[in-house]
């Protein structure tokens, strides 16, 4: 098995990230927010813009091909742990937990606190997310009854 290297990337490497991105999404549809059909399609410039948005994208690299991703979100009073996504053949070798832990530290370094939002229904995330030390909220108040359930999560660095 090959090293794995977490590196940051940024707008200049947006063909990079729509690879893991979009194999993301072809893997676990229910998981995201976006859909493959939303991004399948988009030009240069708006992944570019999504990577100018989201001021952390780390993407794992196998053999120098794109195993996993993540992102964080800040929006200057906590950062939001988005986009999470490890490829089969590298679950349970510990990378999600690395990947975690790179944006927690990030959020750390800017004095602000980590959350995210999990389905409900994904076992498997929610685990990793606790042994990375997240905290279990629930389910917000209010959320709406035809939506899947998501859990809120949250990490104080």
Same mark, same amino acid.
């Given at each position: 098995?090959?090293?794995?290297?977490?590196?940051?990337?940024? &707008? +200049?490497?947006?063909?990079?990230?729509?690879?893991?991105? @979009? #194999?993301?999404?072809?893997?676990? &549809?229910g998981a995201f927010g976006a859909r493959y059909d939303d991004w399948v399609a988009a030009d240069? +410039?708006?992944?570019?813009?999504? @990577?100018? +948005?989201? &001021? @952390?994208? @780390?993407v794992a690299r196998s053999d120098g091909h794109p195993v996993g991703v993540v992102s964080g979100a +800040?929006?200057?009073?906590?950062?939001?742990?988005?986009?999470m996504w490890v490829a089969p053949?590298?679950?349970?070798?510990?990378?999600?937990?690395?990947?975690?832990?790179?944006?927690?530290?990030?959020? #750390?370094s800017h004095e602000r606190p980590t959350f995210l939002m999990v389905r409900d229904?994904?076992?498997?995330?929610?685990?990793?997310y606790a042994r990375a030390g997240f905290t279990d909220l629930g389910v917000p108040d209010g959320w709406p009854a035809d939506a899947p359930l998501e859990r809120r999560m949250r990490h104080d660095g």
């Open positions: 098995m090959s090293e794995i290297e977490v590196v940051r990337i940024g &707008p +200049d490497e947006w063909q990079e990230f729509r690879s893991v991105r @979009l #194999a993301s999404l072809r893997d676990a &549809p240069g +410039d708006r992944w570019r813009r999504r @990577l100018v +948005d989201v &001021p @952390l994208t @780390l +800040d929006d200057g009073q906590r950062v939001e742990l988005i986009s053949e590298q679950r349970g070798t510990g990378l999600a937990g690395r990947l975690i832990e790179q944006v927690v530290a990030w959020a #750390a229904d994904n076992e498997a995330a929610i685990r990793s």
